[in-house]
């Protein structure tokens, strides 16, 4: 066995549910989904451990990245819990929207914060305001959309968006949480991400991955304790602490493997597959 893994726990029982972060855990340096981890998600939703993808993205990147057939059997956490799609043997379908003084209060102050702030207004996770422009090629690419997908940020303040994301280069996103917090205290929740292009997510207080979680799975009767769950940034820490089997990929940032009880090799080596594909072979199947 691989020594990275060497220290996960014996699995003689299926669990319940999975939850597994996208960018930098499930999804490869180039943010491709590889054959092996496919195939592992596969066995899964093949043998009914329910599959919950629990990310900070948006619902269009999905297009880009996931054969339909592979889309239709796993549930979704998007936007760190904004939007909950659940496929069988999960269901519903659950939106927070942020309230309309908070949204427009946020716009104000990152744009005097920094005035050449990207501001990123999530709608549905296919329409998003933005007060920046580029070409579609660099548009699909990075955002894994189409130019008719993108309206004016004045629009998408009257379209009752679920997440705002802030970022930029040369941005002191940590300064701006400070700022943000003072000025609408816990109304907002705000989670950095650190890795790649740092940026901030802002949704409404009442998303979060382990309450979407608990969405999905509470109606089937399944606990948070129950789930085995994947990550490597700060977006992940409050539902790999919640989760009672936390696996840390090995380039996790450091603040997330401390959280983690387990480790697994790194996204480049399909980490996540090596895991599960352990999983399966411990319960026999």
């Given at each position: 066995m691989d020594e990275a893994i060497s220290n996960l726990p014996s699995f003689n029982k299926p669990p319940s549910a999975i939850a597994i972060d996208l960018d930098g855990t499930l999804l490869d340096s180039q943010t491709q989904l590889s054959s092996r981890n496919h195939k592992a998600l596969e066995s899964c939703i093949e043998h009914t451990i329910p599959v919950i993808i629990a990310t900070s993205r948006p619902a269009r990147i999905f297009n880009r990245i996931f054969p339909q057939n592979l889309a239709?059997?796993?549930?979704?956490?998007?936007?760190?819990?904004?939007?909950?799609?659940?496929?069988?043997?999960?269901?519903?379908?659950?939106?927070?929207?942020?309230?309309?003084?908070?949204?427009q209060c946020i716009v104000n102050l990152a744009s005097e914060f920094d005035p050449r702030i990207?501001?990123?207004?999530?709608?549905?996770g296919y329409e998003f305001g933005a007060n920046w422009t580029t070409d579609p090629t660099t548009l699909w690419q990075r955002n894994s959309a189409t130019p008719d997908m993108v309206i004016s940020v004045e629009e998408s303040l009257l379209r009752q968006p679920c997440k705002i994301a802030l970022g930029g280069i040369g941005t002191d996103i940590l300064k701006m949480i400070d700022r943000l917090t003072n000025s609408l205290g816990d109304t907002i929740s705000v989670v950095p991400t650190l890795l790649g292009n740092p940026l901030l997510n802002i949704t409404t207080c009442q998303a979060s991955k382990p309450s979407a979680l608990r969405k999905l799975l509470t109606p089937k009767g399944i606990l948070l304790e129950e789930v085995i769950a994947f990550g490597d940034?700060?977006?992940?820490?409050?539902?790999?602490?919640?989760?009672?089997?936390?696996?840390?990929?090995?380039?996790?940032?450091?603040?997330?493997?401390?959280?983690?009880?387990?480790?697994?090799?790194?996204?480049?080596?399909?980490?996540?597959?090596?895991?599960l594909e352990q999983v399966l072979s411990t319960m026999g199947k």
């Open positions: 239709n059997g796993c549930s979704f956490v998007l936007m760190n819990g904004a939007i909950v799609k659940g496929n069988p043997p999960l269901s519903g379908y659950f939106k927070e929207t942020l309230p309309d003084q908070v949204t990207r501001i990123t207004m999530e709608i549905d940034d700060m977006p992940d820490v409050g539902m790999l602490k919640e989760c009672g089997i936390s696996i840390a990929v090995a380039n996790a940032l450091p603040q997330v493997k401390s959280v983690c009880r387990y480790q697994t090799v790194s996204n480049d080596e399909d980490g996540v597959a090596v895991v």
